[in-house]
T-cell receptor, first 110, second 114 residues
């Protein structure tokens, strides 16, 4: 039951901004947008989340469109250590509405 | 804090065997969950718990049992292992308090069923 659509893979030059898009056209009014990443075979790592306002933390920025049907995760200065699979998730943190999907495989190129 | 710990790291089972994957967290989180990740796929929710004594099914619960007798522990039991259960299993925990949205994941258990 896919709730989000992401590109399968993307490349980004080291030091440049990585912009990862996500479509979530069926998002409901009180569902959040979360971003996680998974480096190699490790457990996923939380990056950022938002409801309708743009958000920024020490790792990334999250831009959510006004209609909330899509969002973009921005890594401002990508490094080689940012190579990972990035998951855009819509829903609540609890319950069986937390679907990871297949994510976007980001490769940062030296 | 050790965070979320999982044991064992690797396990090989024969078809029909049973086993328990252990998960523990030392952060006093109310919410705990189990996911499986098949090769090239995203994570799928198996079971979750919002507190001791309370469990519920996720997206792919068949073939698995869970219980939550303490806040800290959330074991996952495979009743009769099948090759289709070959996967990497991740346990996660999070608080349920207002403003807490981050799930913390363990390092995973890699299970092979032959």
């Amino acid at each position: 039951d896919a709730k989000t659509t992401q590109p399968t893979s993307m490349d980004c030059a080291e030091g440049r901004a990585a912009n990862l898009p996500c479509n979530h056209s069926t998002i409901s009014g009180n569902e959040y947008v979360y971003w996680y990443r998974q480096i190699h075979s490790q457990g996923p790592q939380y990056i950022i989340h938002g409801l309708k306002n743009n958000e920024t933390n020490e790792m990334a920025s999250l831009i959510i469109t006004e209609d909330r049907k899509s969002s973009t995760l921005i890594l401002p200065h990508a490094t080689l250590r940012d190579t990972a699979v990035y998951y855009c998730i819509v829903g609540y943190i609890t319950g069986n509405q937390f679907y990871f999907g297949t994510g976007t495989s980001l490769t940062v190129i030296p | 804090n050790a965070g979320v710990t999982q044991t064992p790291k690797f396990q090989v089972l024969k078809t029909g065997q049973s086993m328990t994957l252990q998960c523990a967290q030392d952060m006093n989180h109310e919410y705990m969950s189990w996911y499986r990740q098949d090769p090239g796929m995203g994570l799928r929710l198996i079971h979750y718990s919002v507190g001791a004594g309370i469990t519920d099914q996720g997206e792919v619960p068949n073939g698995y049992n869970v219980s939550r007798s303490t806040t800290e522990d959330f074991p996952l039991r495979l009743l009769s292992a099948a090759p289709s259960q070959t996967s990497v299993y991740f346990c996660a925990s999070s608080p349920l308090s207002e403003g807490s949205y981050e799930q913390y994941f363990g390092p995973g258990t890699r299970l092979t069923v032959t």
